[in-house]
């Protein structure tokens, strides 16, 4: 089999690939994970910063934390980790094979409007962001929160941006990845809207692990409102959206504000 038989594979039916093409596939993924998260130290470091620190007696370059922070990750750390690393590329693998055999996605560019595009990101975040905050209210749950979602609040002010994100128990992380699988079945779009969303997801879901202090105005998305979350855990439940807190009640500003007030 020649270079163009071997590329060939990307343009037919996931569900048709053979062993290795669908190895070779999660390899691409797995590697790319690394490239995002340094794509995004990098796009982002000109943007102003949270505070996770304070100045420490008289010693203007001697700061403490000013919250607890996971300073080093532990050996259950890097197991989760790895885990849901392997697990993302399984996902980004269902997710294609998904749109490829799906009459809820379009692939014809000539079909692309603003139903298929705008539409339909808007519905998916909104949708996703509706599960998944229920999804995560319950995981705060007394009884339940020890065995799963005590893990990840173990960071109390996130700083590794994806690593931070997906330091968190598999069971959880298998739930939210899946969800989006659960939008993409509900809401039709086209394929093109399918690969900005969920490369737009990994981004945030970084990003509110990260000290950057980005906000897409009016605080649709804060990395604030999710920085609140991992200090003050009964509020701010959503991942990429503020919206359903405001709704819900759940909605918080920034601790930190908080203080000034």
């Known amino acids: 089999m020649d270079l163009a038989q071997h590329l060939a594979f990307v343009s037919s039916n996931p569900l048709d690939w053979a062993w290795p093409e ?5 390899v691409f993924i797995f590697l790319m994970q690394g490239v995002m998260a340094f794509l995004i130290n990098v ?45 993302t590329t399984v996902f980004t693998y269902q997710v294609y094979a998904f749109a490829w055999n799906s009459s809820n996605v379009e692939w014809d560019p000539s079909k692309l409007n603003i139903a298929n595009t705008i539409g339909a990101m808007v519905g998916l975040y909104l949708v996703y962001d509706f599960f998944y905050t229920l999804f995560h209210r319950l995981l705060h749950v007394r009884g339940l929160y020890k065995w799963v979602h005590k893990h990840h609040h173990r960071q109390m002010a996130p700083f590794r941006g994806n690593l931070d994100a997906i330091n ?25 809207t399918i690969l900005v969303f969920i490369t737009f997801d990994g981004i945030f879901a970084s990003l509110n692990h990260t000290r950057f202090n980005v906000i897409i105005p009016p605080s649709i998305f804060a990395v604030k409102a999710h920085d609140t979350h991992h200090h003050l855990p009964n509020w701010n439940f959503g991942q990429y959206l503020t919206v359903w807190d405001r709704i819900f009640g759940t909605y918080k500003d920034h601790w930190m504000d908080l203080k000034k007030e």
Do not use: R
């Open 43 to 87: 796009c982002f470091s000109p943007v102003s910063e949270i505070p996770i620190k304070q100045k420490a007696g008289d010693n203007p370059k001697e700061k403490k934390y000013i919250v607890k922070v996971l300073e080093e990750f532990e050996t259950i750390d890097h197991v989760f980790i790895m885990f849901n690393k392997l697990v």
């Open 22 to 26: 669908v190895f070779g596939f999660c």
């Open 168 to 192: 968190v128990h598999p069971f959880e992380f298998v739930t939210g990845e899946y969800l989006h699988l659960l939008c993409l079945w509900v809401v039709p779009t086209h394929v093109y």
